[in-house]
Each structure stands twice: as structure tokens, then as C-alpha cells.
């Protein structure tokens, strides 16, 4: 069964960092568009960043271009979230995403998630 297990949340002070590791597994890792995606409380997820599986192609949500930076790879089957320069607004539950396909496609045949990490940005 395909597993996503995401690690790095936690608390930080606004201003500061965090890297978000999501390790795969049972998937052809190197197929799939890896993201992350959050939802804060009574909000809902929305995308923040992903990548290609072919050729890295990234994009990022508005919010956080400049701070945050998602990079894979392959030969661990993780994709990462450094996030930088963190505000209280970053708050929320980050969820790893994998799709078979291509970023914009309509359909994704294969669209598995993980469990969450929580990131709380607070002096």
C-alpha cells in the first residue's frame, strides 16, 4: 500500500525556518507530481508548491514565492518543502500529495496523500 509520511513540522517563531520531509513509498516515485498542500483551520487545503516528475518544473502558490522552495529526490523517494522567513499566516496542517501525471491534467488516475504535519508560526 503506498505510504506518504511527512516529518519536519513543529513550532516557530515568526522569521524563522523549516524543512517539511515527505518519504514515499510503494510507488514509482519518479513518475509522480509530488505537492504539498495545507489547510489552516476552518479553511480550505490549498495548494502551496509542487514539482514535476520530469524535468523539476515547479510552481508555488503566490503566498509563498520567495520563501518556500519544494525540491525532490529521487534516489530516496522524498520530496521536501524548505520554508523560509515563516509567518503566523504560514499556520496549518502541510499535506504531501502524489499524482501520476501531469501538472494541470484534469484527471490523475493515481492521487494518494498523507497524514499531515502541523506547522504553527508564533512568537
Known amino acids: 500500500q503506498v505510504q506518504l509520511v511527512e516529518s519536519g513540522g513543529g513550532l516557530v517563531q515568526p522569521g524563522g525556518s523549516l524543512r517539511l520531509s515527505c518519504a514515499a513509498s510503494?510507488?514509482?516515485?519518479?513518475?509522480?507530481?509530488m505537492g504539498w498542500y495545507r489547510q489552516a483551520p476552518g479553511k480550505e487545503r490549498e495548494l502551496v508548491a509542487h514539482i514535476a516528475s520530469v524535468g523539476g518544473i515547479t510552481n508555488y502558490a503566490d503566498s509563498v514565492k520567495g520563501r518556500f522552495t519544494i525540491s525532490r529526490d529521487n534516489a530516496k523517494n522524498t520530496v521536501y518543502l524548505q520554508m523560509n522567513s515563516l509567518k503566523p499566516e504560514d499556520t496549518a496542517v502541510y499535506y504531501c500529495?502524489?499524482?501520476?501525471?501531469?501538472?494541470?491534467?484534469?484527471?490523475?488516475?493515481?492521487?494518494?496523500w498523507g497524514q499531515g504535519t502541523q506547522v504553527t508560526v508564533s512568537s
Open positions: 500529495n502524489a499524482k501520476l501525471g501531469r501538472p494541470g491534467s484534469s484527471w490523475y488516475p493515481a492521487d494518494y
Open positions: 510503494k510507488l514509482t516515485f519518479s513518475s509522480y507530481l
